[in-house]
Every structure is written in structure tokens, then in C-alpha cells.
Nanobody, 116 residues
């Protein structure tokens, strides 16, 4: 069973940047797909960015041109580089692994807070 560990969240001023990391334990990386979701207080968890094993990438509209998802297969890690952050980006960010060998697997989440 794979386990995901996220890091890189924190407090940043509007206009700043953060690099989130999600490292997978065990073998099998790269998985069928990896994704970053976020959940703001009182709201549902929403997809932010997704990357497949074939390197197909998708973003929500508000993340295009600001966020970049990437993987380092040697480190079993998926990254989310977030730039030009705004207070609307404040949320807990979760990593998701998708693969036929196991069910959808979530990380524990990392808090991102953007101050104005």
C-alpha cells in the first residue's frame, strides 16, 4: 500500500510563491496519475492540477499560468509550484495518487495561507 507525505505549505504574502512536495513510499512510481487538490474552510475539495504517467497535464482555470505540476521519478515525488499567490489560494492542499494497483490514496494535507 502506498503512503503519501506532503510538505512545503506555509504562510506567504500575496504575490509570493510556494513549492509543495508529495513523496510516495513503496514501489510503482510513477503511478497512473498524481494530482493536487485543495479544500478551503467550509468548501468542498477541488482538483487543482493533475499529471498522468504519460505526462499529460491539466489545471483548473485559476491555476493556469500560475501553478506548475511536475514529477521527479527518481525521488517518487510530485511537486506543485505555486506563484503569484492570492488569498483565494488559501486552503489545505492534498496530494492524490491514482493507480489500478491500489485505490485512490490521499496524503494528510498541507496548509497554505496567503495573506493580503
Amino acid at each position: 500500500q502506498v503512503q503519501l507525505t506532503e510538505s512545503g505549505g506555509g504562510l506567504v504574502q500575496a504575490g509570493g510563491s510556494l513549492l509543495l512536495s508529495c513523496t510516495a513510499s513503496g514501489s510503482g512510481f510513477p503511478f497512473n496519475a498524481m494530482a493536487w487538490y485543495r479544500q478551503a474552510p467550509g468548501k468542498q475539495r477541488d482538483l487543482v492540477a493533475r499529471i498522468t504517467r504519460e505526462a499529460d497535464i491539466g489545471y483548473i482555470d485559476s491555476a493556469k499560468d500560475r501553478f506548475t505540476i511536475s514529477t521527479d521519478n527518481a525521488k517518487n515525488t510530485v511537486y506543485l509550484l505555486m506563484t503569484r499567490l492570492t488569498p483565494d489560494d488559501t486552503a489545505v492542499y492534498y496530494c492524490l495518487a491514482e493507480d489500478p494497483q491500489f485505490g485512490p490514496t490521499w496524503g494528510q494535507g498541507t496548509q497554505v495561507t496567503v495573506t493580503s
